[in-house]
């Protein structure tokens, strides 16, 4: 029988749902590619000789230093995008579901301030925020499409969580049974896994960097 059946009827809902759902995730990778908008995933193919703010940030003038040898990108701006929900807000971003005009293909995108990225200078840590997100393809770890910028903000398109953050989650539902909390220590292991193997250290493990995405799966966010 199920194991959350002692539990307020919120929490055993929850966990009912989480229990019932619960799948031991495949250790394949199944990269679900979305529509028209990977046309600007081209970021594992930038590389930027030196790493300075004006490489990402200050390409209003020419559209050259966004593409890089081998593709074309199309260039995006924030009018492609219908504004949604205020999902978060983290020290210099403030991420919002969008959705994208022409396919419909819903994502988060976070806004950053160039003056505050500038004030702290932050130019590098960006940079390298972006290129290893962009670089990552695992089912535990949140994907990065593309970035683009204008004259205010840098703007990073990501994969959606509609469940919001584990912090959340566990403030409102926690503690987790063993079998939830077996799932979620599993695919963070995973992710941690496959990041060690690449020599990537991500620094900043905490629930609210863990977000939640459809079928209850575990992914890692916020490379910064
Ligand atoms: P900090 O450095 O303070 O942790 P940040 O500026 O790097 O924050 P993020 O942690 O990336 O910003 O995002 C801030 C919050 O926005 C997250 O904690 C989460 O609540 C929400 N959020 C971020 N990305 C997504 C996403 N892809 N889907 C849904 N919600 C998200
Ligand atoms: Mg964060």
């Known amino acids: 029988s199920s194991p959350a059946a002692s539990l307020s ?14 799948k031991i995730p495949s250790r394949e ?11 600007i995933n081209t970021l594992g193919t930038v590389h930027h000789e030196k790493s300075n703010i004006n490489n990402v940030v200050d ?22 995008f219908e504004f949604g929900l ?14 994208e005009k022409k396919s419909g293909f819903i994502c988060a995108l976070k806004a950053m301030n160039k003056k ?11 940079i390298r925020e972006v290129e290893i997100q962009a670089s990552l ?7 990065l499409y593309g970035y683009f910028h204008d004259e205010k903000r840098v703007y990073m398109i990501m994969e959606y969580m509609p ?28 992710a941690l896994d496959y990041l060690h193997q690449r020599r990537i250290i991500h620094r900043d ?13 575990i992914k890692l966010t916020d490379f910064g």
């Not at 003038?61 to 924030?78: A, D, F, Q, V, W």
């Not at 505050?116 to 960006?126: A, F, N, S, T, W």
């Open 163 to 190: 469940h919001g953050e584990l912090y959340k989650l566990l403030e409102s539902h926690g503690p987790f049974n063993d079998i939830i909390a077996s799932s979620f220590v599993y695919q963070i292991a995973d």
């Open 116 to 126: 505050d990225i500038e004030h702290y200078r932050l130019e590098r840590q960006i």
């Open 59 to 80: 390409t209003t003038k020419s559209s050259h230093s966004l593409t890089s040898p081998t593709m074309k990108i199309k260039s995006m701006n924030k009018d492609d």
């Open 86 to 99: 205020k999902l978060g807000k983290g020290k210099f971003g403030k991420v919002y579901c969008v959705k």
């Open 9 to 22: 009827p919120v929490k055993r809902d929850l966990i009912n749902n989480l229990y019932n759902n619960y």
């Open 205 to 217: 493990i905490k629930p609210e960097n863990i977000l939640i995405g459809p079928n209850n799966q």
């Open 29 to 39: 990778s199944s990269p679900v590619k979305p529509p028209q908008i990977t046309s």
């Open 137 to 143: 393809n695992h089912p535990n770890i949140a994907k």
